[in-house]
């Protein structure tokens, strides 16, 4: 681990001499970042080495009957166009068109089907215009981030074997051990910045889903390009293809993966290990966000890594991050200060990767509030009351998972509250009165009527409810079911989009999506541009922080604890730059391009924004000029 051959030749052969001669003057150094601070991406001019028919058919280049007169006969594509030449609004408007037109001519509504056939009309035109796709995206951000993430990227993962047209992205599946330091230079781009990898294991709340989990890297990278701004050319979704577990997929004529049981033990980790060693030989400044990994490996694999490796796991600590922020917004709902939060009561239905990361996150941040010391920390146990499979986990129980020990109640305090190891949800609502209910144990309809009238005794003046599972069949309950019973003054999230609910009075139910889009956009983009070497807990929680504080006062007495969708670019821009400083703060940041270490240091609040700004890429194509080399 952490063995990187092609680091190894260029640190033998680069002496301090050959660094100092190599490294840029202070003044030009400056200048440059200076330069940085006024140009945007996308601006300068892009230089494209195909002409005729190969520019029209690579999705990076192409821009259909965008192309001026001028660049047609630049790039021998006159005639190859209808002459009728489009503006991109033009473009996208006939598009869009088309697209709404689907749901006119839809009988019942955005089914299911409707959405899997919006997915296919937007990934057509991903495959053939990435620019215009992007731009599409981005303009109709909370319209389309439902159909290409979640819910609906879960439907098309289910189906991924019917839908696979074009190849995106890489798969390394265990046939290819010992090939992948060399497979990796198949991939077109010198310049890689960020992967999404998963093994498909456990995608969404859907469980073992083999290859076709691809989807899902697919869809959080989409979210990287729309929402942070990473440049398209250098993102890469990755799926590690060890096997599956589902029967029903090993049995799949149609299935694209391997049929066989996944791998396990040393041999499942021999594969991940040299496929880290492979992707940071040739990118060494990769990020690398692990997704969708069944718990059992997705805390192994952290721990593994994340000293060595940029990389961090999306499920345990952009949900901690998520959640942690959402849960001061439903402090501060109450009207009470933050530093309240050690006292709030909180039920925790799942202790898988998303379960227990929250509830790590949680305990830290209670910690921190209460004085930071090594009795704040223990005491700040307490405030959690954890629910699995198996009902309420005490130290009675046999077989502990190591993960939620720590959590696990005191048999004599449970007692004390007249509960018991494995008691279940009811009965501990029933006990506990929580101020919170939060739900990532993906059981769609957990949180029964049974369980949402037991929290009417709730010693909470604003009950919060977060219903984290995904897809939105799996959520533990709806708005709907929850302002219904329990009325208008609780707070309400789920880790898929509802709609508010209309209440009586003309009230509004407000439904917050608590989901992890809000903050691993920013920590990728504050990571690639602060250059820190490893993503620590202090950026990570620098970025929960800042969507906390994202939130105004009079927001969050609306019981508004998210921020809508439509702003999520804004969000991201801020969590990277909170990320950014951060790193500076704690000695990670090594600079990005040209604005290094030393310049990075010296920038201030306002100029750290502007930075990650200019450096966010946007959809406007750029003029094409032909080089042949
Ligand atoms: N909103 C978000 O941003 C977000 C982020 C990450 C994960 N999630 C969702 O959270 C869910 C869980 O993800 P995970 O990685 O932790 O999965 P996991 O499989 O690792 O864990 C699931 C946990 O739920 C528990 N569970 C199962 N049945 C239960 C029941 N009847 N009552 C209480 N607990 C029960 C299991 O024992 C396990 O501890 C998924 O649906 C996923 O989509 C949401
Ligand atoms: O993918 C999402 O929508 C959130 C989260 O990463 C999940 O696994 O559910
Ligand atoms: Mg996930």
Redesign the pocket.
């Known amino acids: 681990m952490g063995f990187f051959p092609s680091q190894l030749t260029r640190a033998s052969l680069s002496s301090s001499l050959a660094r100092r001669l190599r490294r840029p003057h202070p003044a030009a150094a400056a200048a440059s970042a200076a330069r940085s601070l006024t140009t945007t991406e996308g601006s300068r001019p892009s230089i494209v080495h195909k002409r005729s028919v190969d520019i029209l058919h690579d999705p990076w280049f192409n821009k259909g009957t965008a192309f001026t007169v001028t660049e047609r006969d630049r790039l021998d594509l006159r005639g190859l166009l209808p002459p009728n030449v489009m503006n991109s609004e033009q473009q996208i408007e006939r598009f869009m068109f088309d697209l709404k037109r689907l749901e006119v001519n839809a009988r019942d509504g955005a089914r299911d089907t409707n959405s899997l056939a919006k997915w296919r009309i937007l990934n057509r035109l991903h495959d053939r215009n990435e620019i215009m796709y992007y731009k599409v995206l981005s303009e109709n951000i909370e319209e389309y981030a439902p159909i290409v993430y ?1 819910p609906t990227v ?1 439907l098309v993962c289910q189906n991924y074997s019917g839908l696979f047209r074009r190849p995106r992205g890489m798969y390394f599946s265990a046939e290819d051990r010992g090939e992948m330091m060399s497979m990796v230079y198949n991939w077109p781009a010198d310049q890689v910045d960020m992967i999404v990898v998963t093994d498909g294991s ?6 073992d889903l083999g290859i076709q989990g691809i989807g899902i890297a697919i869809g959080k990278l989409d979210l990287y390009v729309a929402a942070a701004g990473i440049n398209p050319h250098r993102v890469l979704p990755v799926m590690i293809d060890v096997g599956t577990n589902n029967e029903k997929l090993l049995k799949d004529p149609l299935y694209l993966g391997l049929q066989q049981e996944r791998l396990d033990g040393e041999e499942y980790l021999s594969v991940i290990d040299e496929f880290m060693r492979a992707v940071f030989t040739r990118w060494p400044n990769v990020i690398v966000q692990f997704e ?5 490996w ?1 805390f192994k694999l952290l721990q593994r890594y994340r000293n060595t490796y940029r990389m961090f796991n ?3 600590q ?2 901690a991050g ?2 942690i922020a959402g849960l001061l917004g439903a402090v501060r709902a109450q009207g009470r200060p933050m530093i309240d939060f050690p006292k709030q009561k909180i039920v925790v ?9 929250v509830l790590n996150a949680a305990r830290k941040t209670m910690a921190r509030l209460l004085g930071n010391n090594e009795s704040a920390f223990e005491s700040a146990r307490s405030q959690f009351w954890v ?5 309420l986990i005490t130290e009675d129980r046999s077989d502990i ?1 190591p993960e ?1 020990l720590p959590f696990a109640r005191k048999v004599r305090e449970a007692d004390r509250q007249g509960l018991r190891e494995g008691a ?2 009811v009965e501990v609502v029933k006990k506990v009165k929580p101020d919170v209910l939060l ?5 769609g309809g ?1 949180f029964s009527n049974e369980v949402l009238e037991a929290l009417k005794d709730s010693t909470s003046t604003r009950p919060a409810i ?1 219903a ?4 939105t069949k ?1 959520a533990e309950c709806t708005p709907e079911q929850a302002f219904t019973i329990l009325g208008d003054h609780i707070i309400f999230a ?3 989009p509802f709609k508010n609910v209309d209440l009586e009075d003309g009230k509004i139910g407000h439904c917050n ?5 809000y903050l691993f956009p920013g920590i990728g983009l504050g990571t690639l541009l602060s250059g820190a070497r490893i993503i620590s807990d202090g950026m990570l929680q620098a970025a929960a922080e800042c969507l906390a504080a994202y939130m105004k006062e009079e927001e969050v007495l609306r019981g508004v604890i998210y921020p809508s969708i439509s702003s999520i670019r804004d969000i991201t821009k801020e969590v990277a730059a909170a990320v950014v400083k951060e790193a500076v703060e704690e000695d990670l940041a090594e600079g990005y391009r040209s604005m290094d270490a030393r310049e990075l240091k010296r920038l201030s609040q306002e100029e750290i924004v502007k930075y990650v700004q200019n450096n966010m890429w946007n959809p406007v194509y750029p003029t094409l000029v032909y080089k042949n080399d």
């Open positions: 979640t879960g456990r995608i969404l709340g859907l469980g969708d990994f069944q718990s059992k997705a999306d499920d345990v952009g949900t998520v959640a239905a799942g202790a898988g990767s998303a379960g227990i990361g629910v699995d499979a198996l009902g998972d939620a279940n949800l739900g990532l144990s993906a059981v957990l977060f984290m599972s995904n897809p799996n789920s880790g898929s999506q608590g989901n992890n889009m």
